[in-house]
């Protein structure tokens, strides 16, 4: 078995990245090959976090210019990034994978709120924990001059 470099990780994939040759939405295949390689850092014991996008169901900015209100925009896109986790989820579990998906929004039927020191106990444990829907730490944005 190959060593690895690092010990805990943070990964940052794409929505579109499961969209696969799909132009939107979710392939299941892109889900199980994306699946297949987390495993094999899970293989060499890295300690995995895991960030989505939500970009192949929602663009916030795209929904903005046709007019929509930006929070309400970048919401939408929250939970498009939830849609994704839950589904990635899945892929990691049919891999025999422990996952844990951690939301800042309250979805506790769903998943986990995020709580940094329980994402950490998780990666000790050896579960990959994926993060949705933000951290909560939402900055804000200075008004724009009429």
Known sequence: M?????????????????KGSSPSGIDPEAVKYLAQQIGCAHEMNVELAVVIGGGN??????????????????????????????????????QNITTRT??????????EPYIRRRAIRHLEKGRVVLFAAGTGNCGTRSPTPS
Not at 73 to 94: C, F, H, P, V, W
Request: glycine letters at 8%.
């Open 57 to 94: 169901i929602w663009r916030g900015e795209a929904a903005e210019a046709e007019g929509m209100d930006r929070a309400t925009a970048d919401y939408a896109g929250m939970l498009a990034t939830l849609i994704n986790a839950l589904a990635l989820q899945d892929g990691l579990e049919r």
């Open 102 to 111: 951690q939301s800042a929004l309250q979805m506790q039927a769903v998943a």
């Open 2 to 18: 190959r060593q690895a470099r690092f010990r805990r990780v943070m990964l940052k994939i794409s929505g579109e990245s499961l």
